[in-house]
């Protein structure tokens, strides 16, 4: 297995090293602001319900951003926890159960711990209980500095979580009080508002959803219009702070909001059918990435939650020998590899369940013989990823 890792790592590196080098280190030196946003699907972007928009803030941050467009959710067991593993690690979520508590004392390379050999100080800020998917020893493998959590927050102002979590708001503003912004810092956020059942909106006209009103589909609507607003105010925020020209900005969701028992309004909504094809094009999640100086663009390479933390790396100059996601922004094919082993590309989706490879555009089924070899190439990475975390590899390798 050893020789595996070697073999598997030298080569994924060799083929990223062929590649062109697009935006290297051109974030050297800024600072790193990731949002990790709850819940956040990709379908709000650029939508309009009843001709407003439901994310008016982020649409025009997109359109200042490098902003990917095809990034498939990829949390498993650990839902929260899996997205913040794959965003800070770039392995896996483990094949059963959650990482952040069965693999909690592995040696991990993260980004806290590369940017902290170049003397950032890291923040993780969540306003919920520290033991909650077992934060408080997870963040000590994920090197954090400072963990600020419900127990640091004054609780203010309850919105998410049936309206038991901090708001948003009230959670930017004051962590932007605790982070020492005088030195260069990785501030790691993980928000609430957009945590289901959504239902603290349900007597609120905070939007207008018409015939959705009442409705779990209008409550998410919602939820996800108010993150919206609240991050608004925080990237002002940030601009009146001088902190916005010289951040490097991450925003991500971290996985679905509307599970399948609640798709009817989604699809009605967007006028999708109930297929295969159709409903896995919408476990998707934005990801944004702002960098100042950086003119905004659409890349719609297909990837996924870990291909986050190598193009955080190419940009701001630090090593991701063992990452497992791959730069978006210097690949020229795209894939994602979901943990029950489906894969995605720009071309087609091998549905794990029922073993059929479907043509991404025209949700035909094709002949698996003509896919196998390459569907084959990129589960391994999941094979890759289990050995790391079930022997604590990371720590033998080095
Ligand atoms: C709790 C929060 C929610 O701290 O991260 O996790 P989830 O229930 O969405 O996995």
């Known amino acids: 297995e050893k020789n595996e890792l070697i073999s598997f790592f030298e080569e994924k590196n060799k083929k990223n090293g062929e590649l062109s080098d697009r935006f290297a280190g051109i974030a050297r ?3 790193l602001i990731v949002i990790q946003m709850e819940a956040l699907q ?6 309009k319900m009843n001709g407003r928009e439901i994310t008016p803030n982020l649409n025009k941050l997109v359109r200042e951003s490098l902003y990917f467009d095809n990034i498939y959710v990829q949390v498993a067991g650990g839902n929260t926890s899996d997205a913040e593993f794959m965003g800070n690690i770039s392995l896996y979520p483990a094949k059963e159960g959650a990482a952040y508590f069965r693999f909690a004392t592995n040696e991990y390379n993260t980004i806290a711990k590369e940017l902290k050999k170049e003397g950032y100080n890291s923040y ?4 919920y209980g520290p033991a909650f998917w077992n934060r408080t020893e997870m963040y000590k493998a994920v090197g954090f500095d400072t963990f600020i959590s419900s127990n640091d927050y004054v609780m203010d102002e309850y919105i998410g979580w049936g309206g038991w979590a901090l708001s948003d708001d009230s959670f930017y503003r004051q962590s932007m009080d605790i982070i020492d912004v005088t030195k260069p810092f990785y501030s790691f956020f993980v928000t609430l508002s957009g945590h289901h059942p959504y239902s603290y909106f349900e007597d609120k006209q905070t939007f207008d959803v018409g015939k959705y009103d009442r409705t779990y589909f209008g409550n998410y609507i919602k939820a996800q219009n108010y993150a919206d607003a609240a991050i608004g105010r925080f990237i002002q925020k940030l601009k009146d702070m ?4 010289n951040s490097l900005i991450v925003i991500y969701g971290d996985h679905t909001g509307l599970p399948k028992t609640q798709a009817k309004e989604l699809l009605e909504f967007l006028g999708l059918s109930e297929s295969k094809v159709d409903w896995i094009k919408l476990q998707k999640v934005p990801l944004l990435i ?3 100086g950086v003119e905004g ?3 719609d390479t297909t990837g996924g939650q870990i291909d986050i933390l190598p193009m955080i790396a190419n940009m701001m100059g630090f090593e991701n020998y063992y990452a497992l996601g791959k730069d978006l922004l210097n690949t020229q094919k795209g894939y994602a590899v979901l943990r029950n082993g489906s894969v995605l590309t720009d071309e087609y989706y091998y549905c794990s369940e029922d073993d059929t490879v479907y043509d991404m555009k025209t949700g035909e089924v094709l002949d698996k013989k003509d896919y196998e070899e390459e569907i084959q190439k990129y589960q391994k990475e999941l094979r890759i990823s289990d050995i790391i975390l079930e022997k604590d590899a990371l720590r033998k390798l080095k």
């Open 29 to 31: 030196g800024k600072n």
């Open 290 to 292: 702002h960098c100042p």
């Open 42 to 47: 990709h379908f709000v972007i650029n939508s």
């Open 124 to 127: 993780a800020l969540h306003a």
């Open 242 to 245: 001088g902190l916005y020209e």
């Open 297 to 299: 663009e659409i890349i």
